[in-house]
């Protein structure tokens, strides 16, 4: 573990938080007192800083704005109703931050510095962590490379960095998904198991598509036959079909390891449900929908938590739920909540204290 003397810390005069209201606050809008910065030079990560949040300046040959060499994750701090305050399983994030970093062709970032760093941070900052239900401090890490050159290589530098975001729900009401079977968001040999940011930059396009049709996300499928389910927009997907619960498998590569849904998978396991990790057609979706075995749909994720989808559409065939009927993925919702703001037992060990 790093020691808190290696990472220099200069504080804010005055909090900004005076300034702000917490209660209902929106999803990544507002940030807090302080940031992490580090970079990477000459092979070695150099000087931690912790300091007054603030714009940076960069040159603007910068590769990361051209060619798109840029990660990310998206990790939550919850108080108890005690006022500790709590990070929902940061070491997976900082795994896969890393797994990110080597499909990207970027440095490691050691784990002293991701997680003495993030919570040195959130510590200082722990004032910012709201307490209202479906609130919490969302923590975003990233790393994107900072050489001044247009060719087209990996860089020699690099930024890491950590900045914080109280924040309300991503998504406030049950959802309309749209099924895509025109674009595409990920290949098995692509870097779809990868949070890089381009994922995010080429969905946005589809994305308003759907939007344009009146949907919110959309669901993604294969690319060679537009038959599999693969992931939506911002969340992993889960089925309720009949007593199993089915979610789309991580081997090919194309799927987005989310430790929202391996949580999901822990808790639904818990509840005595069958979960299959496995390839899901569409047509098995749709055949399960007229035979009144489709009982739920929902998305997971850091962000939106367990969102309820209460409409999917593919081609012309609109399905359609009443989300006020379901049980498991409020109760899903609710376990988790009750983990998270301390009200149930952490029996996972999920919750690392800071
Ligand atoms: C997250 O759930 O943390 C995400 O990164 C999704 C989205 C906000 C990009």
Redesign the pocket.
């Known amino acids: 573990m790093i020691a808190a003397k290696n990472i220099n810390i200069t504080k804010v005069e005055r909090s900004k938080l005076n300034d702000i209201n917490l209660e209902n606050i929106p999803?990544?809008k507002y940030f807090t007192d302080h940031m992490l910065e580090v970079d990477y030079e000459d092979g070695e990560w150099k000087q931690v800083e912790i300091k007054p949040y603030q714009p940076l300046l960069l040159d603007p040959s910068v590769a990361a704005i051209h060619y798109g060499q840029s990660i990310?994750?998206?990790?939550?701090a919850y108080k108890n109703t005690n006022g500790e305050a709590f990070i929902f399983r940061p070491l997976d994030n900082y795994k896969r931050f890393n797994i990110s970093a080597e499909r990207m062709e970027m440095p490691q970032v050691p784990e002293d510095i991701f997680m003495e760093g993030m919570r040195l941070l959130v510590s200082l900052d722990n004032n910012w962590i709201p307490q209202q239900s479906d609130h919490a401090l969302?923590i975003?890490p990233f790393m994107f490379s900072c050489d001044h050159m247009i060719g087209v290589r990996p860089s020699d530098k690099y930024k890491f960095m950590i900045i914080l975001s109280p924040s309300g729900p991503?998504y406030t009401t049950p959802m309309r998904i749209y099924v895509e079977e025109e674009y595409v968001r990920a290949v098995p040999g692509g870097v779809g198991y990868a949070?890089a940011a381009g994922n995010?930059g080429a969905a946005m396009h589809p994305t308003a598509e759907a939007k344009k049709r009146g949907y919110d996300q959309v669901l993604w499928t294969d690319a060679f036959e537009h038959k599999y389910v693969q992931e939506c927009?911002?969340?992993n997907v889960f089925f309720i079909i009949g007593n199993k619960a089915i979610t789309p498998g991580l081997d090919s590569g194309t799927i987005l390891a989310?430790v929202?849904r391996d949580s999901v998978i822990a808790v639904l396991k818990d509840m005595g449900v069958e979960v299959e990790e496995r390839r899901l057609s569409i047509d098995e979706i749709i055949e399960a929908h007229k035979s009144g075995q489709l009982q739920e749909v929902f998305g997971t994720?850091?962000?939106?938590t367990i969102s309820l989808i209460k409409e999917l559409r593919y081609k012309d065939y609109v399905m359609h739920f009443d989300v006020d009927t379901w049980k498991s993925g409020p109760y899903i919702k609710e376990t988790l909540n009750g983990i998270r703001y301390g009200s149930l037992l952490d029996r996972h060990g999920w919750m690392e204290k800071i």
């Open positions: 999803f990544g990310f994750e998206g990790i939550k969302y975003r991503y949070k995010y927009g911002t969340m989310g929202t994720g850091t962000a939106a």
